[in-house]
């Protein structure tokens, strides 16, 4: 059973369309967090959301936490092919030095 | 700094040959993960050490896996005897954890093991 859902698992789109992916689940969580995996490297964190409702922008991506804290989603505007890569959203298991569990991602890319 | 750097990054082995993953963490970090990520089954946590003492191991598949800690700035993951099914590519991660904060974990760049 997968504690967090992501979708859409592949997207390809062209450069400039907007888009958004999702993260879901039935638990409610403290907080969530967002990495991009690019290519032959390891994720890296482009956020974490901590209250219900929360927005946070990074440029042109746009993050947001439910208010229910169970769901979130990334929306990604005039996509670039920059923007390529894994999105994979995960919250912490347990206590705060557990690790992580992840989705499965959503594998997002972008043509010029 | 360096970030946490991981070896070697890519490994071909024969079914039933030890493998042995190495993994250097972030100076000043106090916890250090193991994952192991596939297409079908993405990310998936196998260990994690907290101030060098392993705290959950329960994502280990089976007993042809063991992770050490030596000291802060060096971990190992070896699997003996490597199977096919062990093809993958194996994340080290670590973080320094303290506080309330949620838990922000820096990658290395993985081992990619092929066992033929």
């Known amino acids: 059973t997968q504690l967090l859902e992501q979708s859409p698992q592949f997207l390809s789109i062209q450069e400039g369309e907007n888009l958004t992916v999702y993260c879901n689940s039935s638990s409610v969580f403290s907080s969530l967090q967002w990495y991009r995996q690019e290519p032959g490297e390891g994720p890296v964190l482009l956020v974490t959301v901590v209250t219900g409702g929360e927005v946070k922008k990074l440029k042109r991506l746009t993050f947001q936490f439910g208010d229910a804290r169970k769901d979130s989603s990334l929306h990604i505007t005039a996509a670039q092919p920059g923007d390529t890569g894994l999105y994979l959203c995960a919250f912490n298991s347990g206590g705060g030095a557990d690790g992580l569990t992840f989705g499965k991602g959503t594998h997002l890319i972008i043509q010029p | 700094d360096a970030g946490v750097i991981q070896s070697p990054r890519h490994e071909v082995t024969e079914m039933g040959q030890e493998v042995t993953l190495r993994c250097k963490p972030i100076s000043g970090h106090n916890s250090l993960f193991w994952y192991r990520q596939t297409m079908m089954r993405g990310l998936e946590l196998l260990i994690y050490?907290?101030?060098?003492?392993?705290?959950?191991d329960s994502g280990m598949p089976e007993d042809r896996f063991s992770a050490k800690m030596p000291n802060a700035s060096f971990s190992t993951l070896k699997i003996q005897p490597s199977e096919p099914r062990d093809s993958a590519v194996y994340f080290c991660?670590?973080?320094?954890?303290?506080?309330?904060?949620?838990?922000?974990?820096?990658f290395g760049a993985g081992s990619r093991l092929t066992v033929l």
């Open positions: 991660a670590s973080s320094l954890v303290g506080g309330s904060g949620a838990n922000v974990l820096t």
């Open positions: 050490f907290n101030n060098n003492v392993p705290i959950d």
